[in-house]
């Protein structure tokens, strides 16, 4: 059974930092890219972040350029997403995904979701 399983979420002030993880386990995703995602309430997905399988290629949302990096280490089956300089409006719960079909940027397309980790940024 395949999972991703992310983990680091919680309640920040605006400035601050997070980092959040997502293990896989079940099949290896080290050939495929990887995916953040993050959705507020009454909003649909919002695409955060992707990055391939071999980290060369890393694309980010307008929203989170310069503060977020996204990483992973293939060795793990886990993916990061280091969150700097929170706002927010960055408040959303935050989804790993896995395998992309198509377009990285539409959730859609992605195979293999995780369950979700909450990030709260007060004000």
């Known amino acids: 059974q395949v999972q991703l399983v992310e983990s680091g979420g919680g309640l920040v002030q605006a400035g601050g930092s997070l980092r959040l993880s997502c293990a896989a386990s079940g099949r290896t995703f080290s050939s495929d890219p990887m995916g953040w995602f993050r959705q507020a309430p009454g909003k649909e997905p919002e695409f955060v972040a992707v990055?391939?399988?071999?980290?060369?290629?890393?694309y980010y949302a307008d929203s989170v350029k310069g503060r977020f990096t996204i990483s992973r280490d293939n060795a793990k089956n886990t993916v990061y997403l280091q969150m700097n300089s929170l706002k927010p409006e960055d408040t959303a719960v935050y989804y790993c995904?896995?395998?992309?079909?198509?377009?990285?940027?539409?959730?859609?397309?992605?195979?293999?979701w995780g369950q979700g980790t909450q990030v709260t940024v007060s004000s």
């Open positions: 990055i391939s399988w071999s980290g060369g290629s890393i």
């Open positions: 995904a896995a395998d992309p079909d198509g377009d990285y940027t539409v959730s859609s397309d992605y195979a293999y």
